[in-house]
């Protein structure tokens, strides 16, 4: 069963290096589709900045197995999980489309990821709209 997965990719090194060879490796677990360009994004704390893109999965792996594979790809690319505060890369998923249309991640639900930047305005520069997730502060 195919499914569709919508996932949010961010790095803070200088610049977007990593993120395209995210791309490249996903590829590894199906066809990747970039949805946004890369954009430079304020860093919610600290300072600094991240560089965004949105890109569709079209895999069939179940949740689970997911997960797990976008995090050896994170380990192999270089994300350390500590408190040095640097993130080379970070693949969340957002979303899933199993032929009904997108449906949120229960997990980037309760991390409140819909309504923190820059996922609404990369969801916006994508045209895509997840129906049930929380709409940012101040949007329309």
Not at 3 to 25: F, I
Not at 30 to 49: E, S
Not at 57 to 84: C, F, M
Request: overall charge positive.
């Amino acid at each position: 069963m195919s499914r569709r997965w919508l996932l949010v990719l961010g790095s803070n090194l200088s610049d977007d290096r990593c993120l395209h060879q995210a791309m490249t490796a996903l590829e590894a677990l199906g066809k990747v589709a970039r949805l946004t360009p890369v954009l430079l994004t304020p860093a919610r704390h600290g300072g600094g900045h991240y560089h965004n893109a949105l890109v569709r999965l079209d895999s069939d792996l179940p949740a689970a197995a997911l997960r797990q594979a976008l995090k050896r790809v994170e380990t192999a690319l270089g994300r350390v999980r500590d408190d040095s505060g640097v993130v080379a890369i970070d693949i969340d998923p957002l979303a899933l489309d199993e032929g009904h249309g997108w449906q949120p991640d229960a997990r980037a639900l309760e991390k409140d990821e819909f309504i923190r930047a820059p996922v609404p305005q990369l969801l916006a520069r994508a045209g895509i709209v997840v129906p049930g997730v929380p709409r940012p502060p101040g949007a329309r």
